[in-house]
Nanobody, 115 residues
Framework: QVQLVESGGGLVQPGGSLRLSCAAS????????IGWYRQAPGKQRELVAG???????NYADFVKGRFTISRDNAKNTVSLQMNSLKPEDTAVYYC?????????WGQGTQVTVSS
């Protein structure tokens, strides 16, 4: 069983930055693919960024050059540095751990980009 707790969301002005963190319990973190997803009101959940156990990273086109995902296997944490935030980045952001076909989700953290 994996439990995930996100933190770092909040209200920020357009052009600002936030850093999201996700702390995971359990022993499978280091061998899992970790992802950040987001869901805006009335929209489907979408992948923002992912990082494999081997360190391969992929980003959604809409965040390339602005967001950076990183993981610390020693601390069982994954972070998402978000820069140059736009109003359209407003959403609930979720941490995901994927391992052997199983998906684990955090409770989400709200990010609001508004002036």
């Amino acid at each position: 069983q994996v439990q995930l707790v996100e933190s770092g969301g909040g209200l920020v002005q357009p052009g600002g930055s936030l850093r999201l963190s996700c702390a995971a319990s359990g022993s499978i973190f280091s061998i899992s693919t970790i992802g950040w997803y987001r869901q805006a009101p009335g929209k489907q959940r979408e992948l923002v960024a992912g990082i494999t156990s081997g360190g391969r990273i992929n980003y959604a086109d809409f965040v390339k050059g602005r967001f950076t995902i990183s993981r610390d296997n020693a601390k069982n944490t994954v972070s998402l540095q978000m820069n140059s935030l736009k109003p359209e980045d407003t959403a609930v952001y979720y941490c995901n751990v994927r391992n052997m076909g199983w998906d684990y989700w955090g409770q989400g953290t709200q990010v609001t980009v508004s002036s």
